[in-house]
């Protein structure tokens, strides 16, 4: 099973709203990622996550929080986002961070902030 | 730092015809390549994965292949069909993070 799920599909969410997205993956990989695509744009990333610890963060804004509570569950918080912040969210994993290995992608959540 | 570039933008086409897709990198330092497939709105397919010590990977009608030393490599799809109509990602893995292409958005016609 090569799957990653993401919930919500779609959120809408005003600026002041608290939510957050949802990543899971059971095919026991070490390393999961978040990244932001823009329409038309390619996806870029947001942060990785190897055995539950943060490694990088692409300088993102305090208004997004990443959490990972176990090797299977990814979270992403959002507060106070803006309407630029608009886009699909996408979630991958990896067996380990190391370079060598193929990353599989969730389907996404289209996040729209009104 | 990378930038990786994919032409066409854009390619429309009849059904049947053999197709190349082309994406070039301006750091030959890379681990790997993975060619994406993404349907609007959609996540990101899986299509290839070739390794830096490789040079091509096939899987039914489609062969990526990969010359480093040049920072380019081809997507060949065979016998195209209606269903290939996408937007097709190459991205190339440096020490740290997958660098994505700007896409080829390709359409199929019957």
């Known amino acids: 099973d090569t799957e990653v799920t993401q919930t919500p599909k779609h959120l809408v969410m005003g600026m002041t709203n608290k939510k957050s997205l949802k990543c899971e993956q059971h095919?026991?990989?070490?390393?999961m990622y978040w990244y932001k695509q823009k329409a038309k744009k390619p996806p870029e990333l947001m942060f990785v996550?190897?055995?539950?610890?943060?490694?990088i963060n692409e300088s993102v804004p305090s208004r997004f929080s990443p959490e990972c509570p176990n090797s299977s569950l990814l979270n992403l918080h959002l507060h106070a986002l803006q309407p630029e912040d608009s886009a699909l969210y996408l979630c991958a994993s990896s067996p380990l961070y190391t370079a060598t290995y193929e990353q599989y992608f969730g389907p996404g959540t289209r996040l729209t902030v009104t | 730092k990378q930038e990786v570039t994919q032409i066409p933008a854009a390619l429309s086409v009849p059904e049947g015809e053999n197709l190349v897709l082309n994406c070039s990198f301006t750091?030959?330092?890379?681990?790997?390549l993975q060619w994406f497939r993404q349907d609007p709105g959609k996540g990101l397919t899986s299509l290839l994965l070739?390794?830096?010590?490789?040079r091509e990977q096939t899987s039914g009608r489609l062969n990526a292949s990969l010359d480093k030393s040049s920072g380019r490599s081809t997507l060949y799809i065979a016998a195209s069909q209606p269903g290939d109509s996408a937007t097709y990602l190459c991205?190339?893995?440096?020490?740290?993070?997958?660098?994505f292409g700007t896409g080829t958005r390709l359409q199929v016609f019957p």
């Open positions: 750091d030959s330092a890379i681990y790997n």
């Open positions: 095919m026991g990989h070490r390393a």
């Open positions: 991205a190339v893995r440096g020490t740290d993070k997958l660098i």
């Open positions: 996550y190897s055995y539950e610890k943060l490694s």
């Open positions: 070739i390794q830096s010590s490789q």
